[in-house]
């Protein structure tokens, strides 16, 4: 699908999407608080994490209530339905689908009724890599010994599973949660309520972000710092990787299912989380300005002008021109309200390609050596259009630098990239990359160095879609996909379904 908002990808083709981010989850328990719109503030602060479908859980103490439907934040919900969702604890969640179809049925939170005769809601960011296995194990555990018809026909993402396995379960939902957490593999950020209490879970890798704030009256969790600030929390601490929380009107308390064994996404630095968002301890924007900092020591270039591609490559084209000495300038105009469109992709709309977003600044293009500086190139389409567009509008020189190696695999934790066999860089080399796409001069920043960007130790950091190590074994059947890639020595290996 292509992507509601202008910040939301960094191929701006609206006809070739990029590397796509996953889910937001956010969760708030705050007694006497409108809780319904804090978590509505809170998710339109993680937009950009999912477009495809929103929704919400509220619960007043007695029942619970659901409501999601497809397309945007502002889409789904209005004033009046918000006003219709009272209660003190609330799960809110944006979705792009990475394992299952765009449609209704896969919108989250997932509901279940459990057999105390309670309710359960569930949102998830994330991708399981053992869904295969969940489905059999719900399949023995259910008295019909099948799957429930539901869980196998309406909806095909694997966060039903989860709930269909939960539901097979006695006991409260955190006794549940206890139970079912240490079956599930891949990557994880988990909120969940039922009645009157909020959960919160991360995989025991830690792959995808969760965070824990404080506010007035109550407490939030969410994937990124940014939503905690929205909502006006003040940020705690980060759920730790195999970490349960639970809070309710005794606090909070918190519980490990497993052993931690930190592997975050290193795409979170590159691009999927906003730059006002703090992980590890450091403010994105800031990662992303020593990233440009660091690719123009390893990438000098003799220029007149340094230019980002908008919004994702602007943070390390202010590093890159910083550390070089090379002025920095806006060269491309944005249509920030050019996204999703409806209209059948006809030649003449496929011509005017990434002219739906960016036009250039002629007079400041004109003549000028140039330096673009862009998060990352996927299948080499944008950039090839973007280069010709700048050449069209007078560029001497294009001088391609990007901000993250080059993407060789597939990632099964949450991001949906291209396969492998769409992505440019797996075959050619960077100078036949740099002549496909007819730039002057390409460079792309080294691992070692966007590591070092980041503060955090390599063997803390998943960088799978850049080096082919997966940190947690992968789906079944993946083998034909990683011929070349490297399991983590430390992880079982996994063995096709045949």
Not at 90 to 101: K, M, N, P
Request: glycine share 10%; with cysteine; proline share 6%.
């Amino acid at each position: 699908m292509n992507r509601a908002d202008g910040r939301l990808t960094a191929d701006l083709d609206p006809f070739d999407h990029g590397p796509q981010d996953e889910c937001g989850v956010i969760g708030i328990y705050a007694p006497g608080e409108d809780v319904s719109k804090l978590v509505y503030f809170g998710m339109y602060a993680l937009q950009h994490r999912g477009q495809e479908s929103a929704g919400m859980a509220v619960s007043d103490g007695r029942r619970t209530m659901v409501f999601k439907d497809m397309g945007l934040v502002s889409q789904v919900f209005d004033e009046a339905t918000l006003n219709s969702l009272a209660g003190h604890l609330a799960i809110g969640h944006t979705r792009y689908s990475t394992t299952g179809s765009s449609v209704w049925d896969n919108a989250q939170p997932t509901f279940r009724s459990m057999p105390d005769g309670g309710g359960l809601a569930l949102a998830h960011n994330g991708n399981l890599t053992n869904a295969d296995e969940l489905e059999q194990l719900i399949a023995q555990r259910n008295p019909e010994g099948t799957v429930p018809h539901k869980e196998r026909m309406d909806s095909s993402n694997d966060t039903s599973l989860v709930t269909a396995l939960m539901a097979t379960y006695d006991g409260s939902v955190e006794q549940v949660a206890a139970q079912v957490l240490p079956r599930l593999r891949g990557a994880f950020s988990l909120v969940l309520m039922d009645d009157n209490t909020l959960y919160a879970a991360r995989d025991p890798q830690g792959i995808r972000p969760l965070v824990l704030g404080r506010l007035q009256n109550g407490w939030v969790v969410a994937s990124e710092t940014a939503a905690i600030d929205i909502v006006g929390g003040t940020f705690v601490r980060e759920i730790e990787p195999g970490e349960m929380v639970t809070i309710d009107e005794a606090g909070l308390r918190t519980r490990r299912f497993a052993e931690a064994r930190p592997k975050g996404c290193i795409f979170e630095y590159v691009y999927l989380a906003r730059p006002d968002t703090v992980i590890s301890g450091r403010r994105v924007h800031n990662v992303r300005v020593k990233v440009g900092k660091i690719l123009a020591q390893e990438a000098p270039a003799d220029a007149d002008l340094v230019i980002p591609v908008p919004e994702s490559g602007t943070p390390a084209a202010i590093g890159y021109a910083d550390e070089s000495g090379i002025p920095y300038g806006m060269g491309l105009v944005k249509n920030n309200y050019v996204g999703r469109t409806f209209i059948q992709p006809s030649q003449t709309l496929r011509n005017l390609g990434i002219r739906l977003k960016l036009n250039p600044l002629r007079d400041v293009i004109s003549g000028k050596r140039l330096v673009v500086v862009d998060d990352s190139i996927v299948r080499g389409n944008t950039q090839r259009q973007l280069i010709r567009m700048l050449r069209e509008a007078g560029a001497k020189e294009v001088h391609v630098r990007i901000s993250s190696p080059p993407v060789q695999w597939p990632c099964f934790y949450g991001i949906d990239f291209a396969t492998r066999a769409e992505l440019i860089a797996p075959g050619l080399s960077i100078d036949e990359i740099c002549r496909s796409i007819g730039a002057d001069s390409l460079s792309y920043i080294s691992l070692d160095g966007l590591t070092r960007a980041t503060h955090v130790q390599p063997d803390e950091l998943c960088r799978a879609c850049f080096d082919g190590v997966y940190p947690v074994d992968v789906p079944k059947g993946s083998q034909a996909m990683l011929a070349d890639a490297t399991l983590d020595p430390h992880q079982p290996t996994p063995k096709d379904e045949d």
